[in-house]
């Protein structure tokens, strides 16, 4: 300790405050007046008592939610039996009288151009070929 | 001679003439630091009436692991901030802005003056608070730091910010002291 640090003791012990019998009474009085206040000791059977009511609270908030999501929900409607079209009994003897008429869709269109073109050309080759043929023998 | 710590454990278990010995033990050396945070003596004495209140209710947090002394002047200093950070200045306290504080009553005249004197006048309270628990009540960095609530750096920069501003001053004083000595002023 140096000349410092003592000089703070020795400074700080100078301080005569004397404590007045009434601030002891005070003192005295306000402690007899006050309670402890002890922690309250947890039971063994109140961690399995919380457990319960969370698991408890949980399932019934899950039920409320599902009730509340399935409340106004549109029900599928069912057709009456009749309305739906029953199959006829004699569709493997009609099965080669039907025939759909099915038109050109207008889409396929440029295929079939092209089809048509691809078709010519392999005409006009064959015909070249046929022509080197009669030339070369 | 009974440990504090031991008169602690008395007290949990009912012994309120343990706590009294407690009380008799601190109740100067608080109101003498507590007189250096107040504006008047009635102030600093509730203080410590209120410490010892708050101690003896939460005795059961206290930590051994702590210094009991470390623990009351955590107490200590948060009620005093409170005290201090409540109350509004009237009046009649701004009157008496230049009057002498309950410190000072409490120092007897000398030619000198007292170092706390001047620490309280060049110091905020954390700094005044910091040299008094560390070089009065002789707790460690670490102690002053949990009583004040502060980080061990913020304390060791603190003392020595407090040291140097102390050890000028006073030098200062002592240069100026054998200065008028010289010209037979004193």
Redesign the interface.
Known sequence: MDE??N???R??E???????PE??T???A???A??????VPESPASGMNLWWASSLTGLAAAVIVIVLINWNRPTNELLPVEAVASVPDNINQNQGLYRPQLKTVVFTKPLEEELIRLQADIERARQNVKEDIDFTF | MTTDEQLVVESLAGSTLAFAELVERYQERLLRYLLTRATNRADAEDAVQDTFISAYRYLYSFNPQWRFSTWLYRIAIRNAARQSGGEVADVEDIADEDAPGPLDACIAASERENVWLTAKRLLNQDAYAAMWLRYVEDMSIKEVARALDKTQSWTKVTLLRGRRSLSAELAEGASETARRASYGRI
Do not use: N
């Open positions: 410092f640090e000089r703070l003791k400074d700080a100078e301080i005569r405050v004397g404590i007045s601030l002891r005070r003192i005295d306000s402690l007899r006050t309670e402890q206040i002890r922690p």
